[in-house]
């Protein structure tokens, strides 16, 4: 009974072991704030667009608010060098204020290096830009224009 019980003592303090070591070298899941961002602003007159844009591995998330004074549309567009990999746009907004998300696929090896983000309008039937930025992985920021 004495081997038995010893056995069943040092299969427990294993099993303790085992345990603390797991929580010791279990790494944490990555959080937004592990990875790069770069901030933005899109104003046009009483319209604008800004936030933040997020550089994941296989994706760029893109988030702001969005506020449409008239009628206008906004554009994302991921690239990889001179490759694009994603483009999306919210629909019209006519003299509205939200949240507009936008989360591109740049499923390629290192992810989207730079985005496009750019506000339209209507001109008859033909889309005109208002303003532009450019945001590249490598910067917290964003520049005027498209590069």
């Not at 797991?22 to 901030?39: L, Q």
Request: with cysteine; aromatic share 12%.
């Amino acid at each position: 009974m004495k081997a038995k019980s010893r056995t069943s003592r040092v299969g427990a303090i294993v099993a303790a072991v085992a345990s603390v070591a797991g929580m010791v070298f279990t790494a944490a899941p990555a959080t937004a704030a592990d990875y790069p961002t770069s901030t933005f602003e899109l104003p046009y007159t009483a319209s604008h667009y800004n936030g933040t844009a997020t550089w994941y591995n296989r994706s760029v998330s893109v988030t702001g608010t969005f506020k449409a004074s008239n009628c206008r549309r906004i554009y994302v567009r991921a690239f990889a060098g001179n490759t694009s990999l994603d483009f999306q746009s919210t629909s019209l907004w006519c003299n509205r204020t939200d949240t507009a998300p936008f989360t591109l696929d740049t499923n390629v090896v290192g992810g989207a290096d730079n985005i496009w983000i750019y506000m339209t309008y209507l001109d008859g039937a033909v889309e005109r830009n208002l303003v532009e930025r450019t945001c590249y992985r490598s910067s917290n920021y964003c520049v005027d224009g498209l590069h």
